[in-house]
C-alpha cells in the first residue's frame, strides 16, 4: 500500500514527527537504530492492536520491503498513515500509552 501525503500545519507536522520518533523508540526498545517485524509484535499489549492489524502496519510502513524499519521510514509511513487511513488507529495507539502510563509522556 502506498500513502498519499497530504499537507499539514507545520506545527501538527512537527508534533507528528516526535509522536512517531517516540513510537519508534519504544518498538526499538533495543536501541538497534531500526525496527523489525518482532519488535512490532512484541508491543501489541501495549499498541492495543491484534497480530493481524501490526502486521498490516509494518508491511505498509516498510517501502522497500527489507524487513525492517528505519526511524526515516517509520516517521514518513506515520504521518501519512495518519493522514490518510485512521482504521488501524496509530493515534489511538499514542491515546493507550498515555492514558496507560507506559509511554513517555506518562
Same mark, same amino acid.
Given at each position: 500500500?502506498?500513502?498519499?501525503?497530504?499537507?499539514?500545519?507545520?506545527? #501538527?507536522?512537527?508534533?507528528?514527527? $516526535?509522536?512517531?520518533?517516540?513510537?519508534?523508540?519504544?518498538?526499538? $526498545?533495543?536501541?538497534?537504530?531500526?525496527?523489525?517485524?518482532?519488535?512490532?509484535?512484541?508491543?501489541?499489549?501495549?499498541?492495543?492492536?491484534?497480530?493481524?492489524?501490526?502486521?498490516?502496519?509494518?508491511?505498509? #510502513?516498510? $517501502?522497500?520491503?527489507?524487513? @525492517?524499519?528505519? #526511524?526515516?521510514?517509520?516517521? $514518513?509511513?506515520?504521518?501519512? @498513515?495518519?493522514?490518510?487511513?485512521?482504521?488501524?488507529?496509530?493515534?489511538?495507539?499514542?491515546?493507550?500509552?498515555?492514558?496507560?502510563?507506559?509511554?513517555? @509522556?506518562?
Amino acid at each position: 500500500m502506498i500513502f498519499e501525503r497530504r499537507p499539514v500545519p507545520n506545527g #501538527l507536522e512537527v508534533l507528528l514527527e $516526535q509522536k512517531a520518533a517516540d513510537l519508534f523508540a519504544i518498538c526499538d $526498545q533495543e536501541d538497534k537504530g531500526f525496527v523489525t517485524k518482532r519488535d512490532m509484535q512484541r508491543m501489541r499489549d501495549k499498541l492495543a492492536l491484534d497480530p493481524d492489524q501490526l502486521e498490516n502496519v509494518f508491511d505498509a #510502513l516498510d $517501502q522497500d520491503h527489507n524487513g @525492517y524499519l528505519t #526511524l526515516e521510514e517509520f516517521t $514518513q509511513g506515520f504521518e501519512a @498513515y495518519l493522514g490518510v487511513d485512521a482504521k488501524v488507529g496509530m493515534l489511538s495507539c499514542f491515546q493507550h500509552l498515555i492514558t496507560n502510563g507506559n509511554g513517555p @509522556y506518562a
